[in-house]
Structure formats: C-alpha cells, structure tokens
C-alpha cells in the first residue's frame, strides 16, 4: 500500500489516571462495568487486573471514541494490600483501602472529549449465613433469611449480636420457606438513606415477616404470616384466658382500597441501570361495592427485582388492604406469655357474635412487674379468606429501537476518478499536481444495514491485520432499475418500494452509479418510480443496462479516503457500520476487493459523439462520418459535463483513435490513430481499399495521453448504411 498523502488531525485522545470507589466492601464479585451507561466490560472478577477493549463503545475516533486499557478491581478485603499503580503514582505513604470496593484506572483511553463519564458497576454480595445454612442465594438475588441474620450479627456494620443470640430453628424454617418460594431479594443499602432498624423493618415488610426477641429465651427468632396452620389445630382466645377487649373494629368499605400498585426494581432486563417498574392489581368486588370509585395505594419494594414476585407481593397487599379484616386490641391473662408476634390463634367473643374467627397476632406487650397482663394487637387473618389469583405482569410493549451492528448490505468500491480527487481528496492545486500518475485512489459505498446506523468505516488488510483507512462515510441511499434499459434512455424506472433506502435524501444534480456509468441525477420522483439523469458524465460513457442494475448515489454518501494506491495494487477492504451500540467487528465484515487501474491520470473519452450529425442513429445515408467534441479532466472540475455539452480543451497531448467495425460480424476494418482533430470521415476511396461495402457499421473512439487511454470507449453500433456504395456497381451486391 501507498503513503498517506495528507495526515490531518482530527481530535485528541484521552488518557486517564483514577481511584474510582463504588461502595463499601468486601463484596463476591463484580460482573459488569458500564461506562456512560454503555457495556463496556462483563466477565465475572473476585478482584484483580481486567482488560477492556471497547475503543468503538462511543462511536469511535469520528464520535466520542470508547474505552480501553487496565483497570484494577479492588474487592477491598481485609488482606488487601496497597495498589502498585497508586503507589506508583502517589508514593509508599498511601492506605490499602481495606473495605472499600474501588476501580483503579491505570491510564485507560477515555474517548475523545475532554469529559468524564460516569462509571457504574453491578456487583453481588451474598449475605453470610449460620453454620448449616446452606447458599444464601436464590437465583442471583439474597435469601432474606440470611440478609436479616447478617443484620443481627454483624459487628461492623450490623446490630453486632452475638451468633449464639439467633434462633437458628426459626431462622432455618424460613430460610427454607423464602428459597421455595423464590422470595429472592436484592438491595443497594446506603445507611444515609435507611438506618439500620429501617432496613430490617423494610426487609420484613417485603417478606411479610415478624422478627422478635424472644422473651423466654433471649433469641432473636423470625417468623413468616404464611397459610401454614391447620384452623382445627389454633389455640383459642375467649372469656377463659381474654381479660378485656379493648379495642375492636372493622373498617367500613370507604376506609379500604381497592386497586394496589407495587414498584419495584426490574433486575431482569438489559437497561444501563435497572429501572422501576410498577404492577397494578384491582379487586373488582370491592370496586363495585365502592361504586366504581378506584381508591390506591402504592407500596415502594426496591428489594424485589423479578416482576412475578412483585406481581405476588402486589396481589398479597391487595388481598390485605381491601378486605374488611377486623382489628383488635387484647388484655389477655399472664399464664399466656408463651404468645409471640406472628403467631395465629383462634378468636372466640360471643358479645360480638364471633365464634371462630382466625386472627394474627401482630403485636404483643408483655405488661410489667406490677401489671403482668399481656396485651395484643391482632388483626383478622387474611389466610382464612378465599385467595385471588391474578397474572404475572405483561411483559412491556417496549422495543429497544437500538441496532446491533450489521454488515451493510451492498457495497460498491471504485476506483476515483480525478474528478473525486479534486474535489474530495486534494485540498489544493498543488496537492492535486503533485499526486504521483500511478497513484489511485479508493471510493466506497455502502447500503445502510438499519435505520439507526449513522457511518461507517472502511479497514484495509495491511500484512494480515485490517488497519483504519480515511475517515468514516456516509450511507448511501440505493435503488435498482426496474426495466431493461438502453444507452440513449434518460428517465430510468426505478424501484420506490420499502426495499430502498434514503431515496428522500437524494437530490439533483449530484451523481450516482449504475454498474460502471456514472450519471447526473436531475430529479427524483420516488412516488412515481423514475429517476430522470444525464448519462455518462466525468469519465464514462452511456451503455445498456439490465433490469435489476442497482445504482448507488455517491456524491455526498462515500467515504474516500486519502490512502494513495499504486497501478496494479489490488486492495482488500471490510466495511464496519455503527450504530449507538457500537461497531460492526471486523471479524463479522464481509471482504471486498478492487485492484487499481491508474483511473485518476486516464484522459476522459470525447462527448457529444455523432454519426452523420445524429446521436444514437439505427440508419444513416451518405458517407459515413464521425465527430465529437473534446474533453479535458483538468478543467472539469467545477460541474458535471453532460455527453451534449460542447468541447472542452483538449488537454495537452491528447489523441484520439478511430476503430471500423463491420456492423454485422464484428470484424475490424480500419483503425486510424494519432488524430487530434474532431473529425473523420468514411469515404469511398477508404471503404475500397479496405474491401467490400459495408451494409452496417460500428464505430470506436478512444482518447489517448501520455501512454493512458481513456477509463470508457465511446461506441456507436449496428449502423445501417442506407443506399450508400451503390454507385461502385455489381461488386458490392447492390446495398440498398
């Protein structure tokens, strides 16, 4: 490959030291790092050196650049030592930074603006347990067992009770209970926010729980409200063992709700950050009761990350808060201190016509040395009604409108012409002359794979390694023709279904491909399917194409790059979309090749070709004659030259060669070179000597410079000959 021809500087990119802390350590693991809520590494480390290789996570060097380099996981244990790097920037003095979890950037490249973006870890603790407790995990959430256990006994940061204070029976048949449940749960706790005793509470709120300290033998115990009692089996509270109701009542229907909204935090997609979602839940009895009237209530679960457990959590609520539930208060006689928070128990009041009513003991009060009776709160037990059962939450409607990216579609590489180079790669006259007459330069085209995909790249295989080439081009708006289509034929059908791309973006006067022949595009008419241009313009010529021809409009939608190539060098070149998820690999990019044929140094064929003075004639009379008019590429720089236009130049040592072809077989007769005018005439006197009359005719026209002929042959077939050579008598069969 060819040198550089221009180096330009286009941006900067930046390099950055940092100690970034997350949060309070240590914790299991670290799974994932978003930068600016982009993926930028995902794995699974306990601590230590990662790599990220995400140079395209922003668009690359055009946009905003991506991230790459080492990055040191500190899980901030308790044999944590200090970090080399650190200590390399900042000297032996500093901390290890034990209890801390942190990222160390070790000058990783940050992109290409000179602004930090946010960084953003999803990382996983699993909650000690006690001895026997088995896997605190339930799927990837915490069992909440252990989660309160850790709260208890923590001494760093929890209540610090000692292991042997918890009832490990009670917390096992819970622990046990929550896995069969799949009640996981997932909490970001930040003690600004929640103190310690608010934690617990939410968590218990969660699993509709009760966490007490047992009286009698000094242990923290746990218990769940679940339907796991046999209604005959209840002990019974009446007039043997109730010293007075002090309280009771049932609330009235305009008192409850009627409709529940649970949120909670969706862990089960693939947002930057996990989002909360809500689920909402009507209880149509009681809305018909309430007279249509919706009353809510809305409960905040950020522990709950699946939307089937907050659709179970929302359901639960509901059935608690819209059912007439009655709620007492007991004074309950002294020989019944073995009653305990969570406990069900039959409730038996005849002065209140209740004989079996099934209630839960939410609150127990165990009076004091010189009042020794026991007081309860309790509420009606919702277990004892009949269950409702509702669906899981629809998944959402929502479709992330971002692309992965996709090889593009349809490609064209092409050879620029020097018309290109004047106007797309030399940035000045004295460029422009001084580029070598060997040299190319390459021109790509690529289809857009989907609507999101802004640019793309082109690579080029160096030695085995596909290597950046230019800057990034812009999609180009394609369509195919229609229909057969002939060389003179200016409005060209085209296809304007939903299988086109960007057609509303072309416009006039700009040029576009068809297979070999470049045009000039004077209108568009997407609605009717046609496409009017001038044929042949820069330097190629009108030719028959087949229907299905595909054309590309390039100007303004190429990418060319300034890398110069030699004559006869052939280049391979994978082209990577992007869209704001990043850039197509180069591994996933199909391979595309052109071999340079000195393009740029090539003279343009003559325009305004005509036989006898017409343009595409199928029957001419007279003698046949030849003309055209002159062109010069390095005055066609300004404008599209259409073929009618009238001579421009010659550029300085250009000649022309004239080819006469039998119409009919094909067979040369006469070839004529070194002309320089613009002219040439068939006559008599050439046509006997070179042999019989001719009944059709083709011409042949080529520009020649320096060595170079032109890129296109301008030709002229199939001819007849009208009534020409009659006059050269019986020899030549009588031409009519």
Request: hydrophobic share 35%; net charge negative.
């Amino acid at each position: 490959m060819g040198g550089k021809s221009q180096e330009i500087t286009v941006g900067y990119k930046y390099y950055v030291g940092m100690h970034l802390a997350w949060c309070r350590g240590p914790i299991d693991n670290i799974t994932e790092i978003r930068v600016g809520d982009r993926v930028a590494w995902q794995g699974e480390t306990s601590g230590g050196t990662i790599s990220i290789d995400e140079e395209e996570l922003f668009g690359g060097e055009d946009r905003e650049g991506g991230v790459s380099g080492d990055v040191d996981i500190e899980m901030g244990g308790e044999a944590q030592t200090a970090n080399s790097y650190l200590v390399s920037q900042l000297g032996a003095a500093i901390p290890a930074f034990r209890g801390i979890v942190a990222a160390v950037l070790k000058r990783p490249y940050l992109g290409n603006i000179p602004r930090f973006k946010n960084w953003a870890a999803t990382g996983r603790r699993t909650p000690n347990g006690w001895s026997g407790a088995g896997s605190g995990l339930i799927g990837n959430d915490a069992n909440p067992a252990h989660i309160l256990y850790e709260l208890i006994t923590s001494k760093d940061w929890g209540m610090g009770y000692s292991e042997s204070r918890v009832d490990v029976d009670a917390f096992n048949a819970a622990r046990s209970t929550l896995a069969s449940e799949g009640f996981g749960l997932s909490f970001l706790w930040t003690d600004e926010n929640l103190d310690i005793e608010g934690f617990i509470q939410s968590v218990l709120q969660h699993i509709d729980a009760s966490l007490y300290e047992d009286p009698t033998t000094g242990l923290w115990s746990l218990k769940l409200a679940r339907d796991d009692y046999t209604v005959g089996n209840l002990q019974t509270l009446d007039n043997t063992n109730i010293i007075e109701v002090l309280d009771y009542k049932v609330p009235g229907w305009g008192e409850l709700v009627n409709e529940m909204t649970v949120t909670y935090i969706d862990g089960e997609d693939d947002e930057p950050t996990w989002k909360e979602r809500s689920v909402t839940i009507q209880n149509l009895a009681a809305l018909q009761i309430q007279g249509g009237q919706v009353i809510n209530r809305t409960h905040r679960y950020t522990g709950i990350t699946k939307g089937a457990l907050a659709n179970r959590v929302c359901s639960r609520d509901l059935r608690q808060l819209s059912a007439p539930l009655a709620q007492m208060k007991l004074r309950l006689t002294s020989d019944q201190d073995a009653i305990r928070p969570g406990d069900v128990y039959l409730f038996s009041w005849p002065e209140y016509g209740i004989t079996s009513m099934v209630i839960r003991i939410a609150k127990v009060n165990y009076g004091t040395l010189t009042d020794r009776a026991i007081t309860v709160n309790a509420v009606q037990d919702v277990f004892s009604l009949v269950d409702s059962e509702f669906a899981d939450p629809t998944p959402t409607d929502w479709i992330d409108p971002r692309s992965t990216p996709a090889p593009a579609p349809f490609r064209l590489l092409t050879e620029a012409t020097y018309y290109q180079v004047a106007r797309e790669v030399a940035d000045s006259d004295a460029v422009l002359d001084g580029i070598d007459e060997s040299s190319g330069f390459l021109v790509v085209n690529a289809v857009r794979p989907s609507s999101d995909a802004f640019n793309f790249l082109v690579m080029e295989n160096v030695g085995g390694v596909y290597e950046r080439i230019g800057p990034p081009g812009n999609f180009a708006p394609t369509t195919t023709i229609t229909d057969d289509i002939t060389p003179q034929q200016t409005v060209l059908p085209i296809d304007n279904s939903t299988a086109t791309e960007d057609l509303d973006l072309v416009e006039a006067g700009t040029w576009a491909y068809l297979d070999g022949e470049i045009v000039e595009v004077t209108d568009i008419d997407i609605g009717a399917g046609t496409l009017t241009v001038n044929r042949g313009v820069i330097d190629t010529v009108p030719n028959a194409h087949s229907s299905g021809a595909r054309i590309f409009f390039g100007q303004n939608f190429e990418a060319t790059p300034t890398t110069e190539f030699v004559d006869s060098e052939t280049a391979n070149v994978r082209v990577l979309p992007s869209t704001s998820l990043g850039r197509l690999d180069v591994a996933s990019a199909p391979t595309d090749n052109i071999t340079f044929d000195s393009r740029f140094i090539r003279p343009y064929p003559p325009g305004q070709i005509r036989v006898n003075g017409e343009d595409w004639p199928e029957e001419v009379s007279g003698v046949p004659t030849l003309n055209w008019a002159h062109r010069d590429r390095t005055l066609q720089t300004a404008e599209l030259i259409d073929q009618d236009a009238g001579p421009i130049g010659p550029e300085a040592g250009t000649t022309y060669n004239v080819r006469i072809r039998d119409g009919e077989t094909g067979t040369s007769r006469r070839l004529v070179t070194g002309l320089t005018g613009d002219e040439y005439i068939y006559d008599e006197a050439k046509e006997l000597n070179d042999g019989a009359a001719l009944g059709h005719i083709t011409w042949e026209i080529d520009a020649l410079r320096d060595g170079y002929t032109n890129w296109q042959q301008q030709r002229r077939e199939e001819i007849r000959l009208a009534g020409y050579g009659r006059h050269y008598g019986n020899d030549y069969g009588g031409l009519a």
